[in-house]
């Protein structure tokens, strides 16, 4: 039975693409991605030992949570590649855990979603409580169990009996992580209907870690570097900024001396069309966005607008009304401005710009809040109602009904783990 109708993401799984210029290839599933040995000093990602980082755009905090027992005794079954994806701040939060080990039973579950997807009616109510209820590693040793259980492939059965944006959003939570997130990179420099900002948007909100999982995922799916890819799909000054902020390291554990944060503002401000210099400026945009920790970039951002007026948003509003600059580029410093000052604010409003716009945007709906429910979708979600006086799901149930809207519904409301 399917839901509402829509232009489907299935792509995503699928090398049947329509559009010849997006070839996404299957993902594997956790069988074929190798458990990695836990150890204490970093995550091994293509044969390279890399230190454990915080969110970007959040503070590394040592504090424990009040289930770290229950995490910890989680982190000793689950490879690293998916580990590097679990927030470590006890101020963030996703709203999806997943179930203890314990209380994990892929087999039963597997059972469980046979049944509601065999039958003569699909039972929707319950494909969203599995796949809500568990998180992204969990899924792939569902999908597992399934395929061992029924020789069929999950992803198959539920594109048979699912559709529209429920069917979009279902498959973009079972699709593992990096993988998700490599295909829409690749999607966002090869396809000129998406938006570069996409690209954009990944590099400021992955860490180093992250982002050479994503990398290696992207080399396996699509026979290419991203790095080659952005230099030759990616034209002009733009091109190189998105390589450098894609492909840099960024070392969040550093504290950088005030003296290096009174440099990078001196650069700024010492030059009345400093802010525009930024934009055709390949080496001084480096120097200032580029390996530092995004807690840095903000102190200099604030330390702008402070010497220069503006109520606290000069820098914006100089990006914003300089003709001067390009728009991808543009849009690029905006991004950066504001990841660097509030993450979870800038998710907040690009969720609602998708939401209130005339026509809702649908992809970056599901974007967003699939990518960001095991971080920080919770802060999104009340930062949402800070800004804007009423909760996200009130805007959401404007544009969403049925089974789509339940799901979604779903994803916003904090899960409790089962210890």
């Not at 074929?32 to 503070?59: K, T």
Request: proline share 3%; charged share 20%; glycine share 4%.
């Amino acid at each position: 039975m399917h839901s509402s109708s829509s232009t489907s993401l299935s792509s995503l799984t699928d090398n049947s693409s329509t559009d010849d210029s997006v070839n996404v290839a299957k993902f594997p599933v956790s069988k074929s991605i190798p458990n990695i040995p836990d150890d204490d000093y970093g995550v091994e990602v293509d044969g390279e030992i890399i230190e454990n980082e915080a969110e970007e755009g959040e503070c590394n905090d040592n504090d424990k949570m009040d289930d770290q027992s229950v995490n910890q005794k989680k982190l000793l079954s689950m490879p690293l590649i998916y580990q590097m994806n679990l927030n470590k701040n006890k101020n963030i939060r996703g709203t999806v855990i997943g179930p203890s080990d314990e209380n994990f039973h892929p087999v039963k579950v597997s059972e469980k979603l046979r049944e509601a997807l065999n039958g003569l009616d699909t039972n929707e109510k319950v494909i969203i409580e599995v796949t809500v209820g568990h998180n992204n590693f969990q899924r792939q040793q569902i999908m597992n169990a399934y395929e061992c259980l029924y020789s069929k492939m999950l992803m198959d059965d539920l594109k048979n009996e699912l559709g529209g944006f429920l069917l979009d959003t279902i498959l973009a939570l079972f699709i593992p992580t990096h993988v998700y997130l490599a295909n829409l990179l690749h999607q966002s420099l090869c396809n000129n209907k998406l938006s570069r900002a996409i690209a954009v948007e990944i590099a400021c909100t992955r860490t180093t870690t992250q982002m050479k999982a994503i990398k290696n995922a992207y080399r396996t799916a699509f026979c290419s570097t991203l790095e080659q890819d952005v230099l030759i799909k990616v034209e002009g000054m733009f091109g190189v900024m998105l390589q450098l902020l894609l492909c840099e390291p960024r070392n969040e554990q550093i504290n950088e001396a005030n003296v290096l944060i009174e440099e990078h503002v001196n650069l700024i401000v010492k030059d009345s069309n400093g802010i525009e210099k930024i934009s055709h400026n390949v080496a001084l945009f480096e120097k200032l966005f580029i390996g530092h920790p995004w807690s840095h970039i903000a102190m200099v951002i604030d330390t702008i607008d402070a010497k220069l007026g503006g109520n606290g948003h000069f820098v914006e509003t100089q990006i914003i009304y300089n003709g001067n600059i390009p728009n991808d580029i543009k849009n690029m410093l905006l991004t950066i401005v504001k990841i660097s000052r509030n993450t979870q604010w800038y998710f907040a409003e690009k969720l609602h710009d998708a939401l209130c716009s005339s026509k809702p945007d649908y992809k970056t709906i599901i974007r967003i809040i699939v990518s960001r429910s095991e971080i920080d979708l919770s802060n999104i979600c009340y930062e949402y109602i800070q800004h804007y006086n009423h909760p996200l799901i009130f805007d959401i149930r404007k544009i969403c009904r049925g089974e789509y809207y339940q799901l979604l519904t779903s994803l916003l409301s904090e899960q409790k783990q089962n210890s």
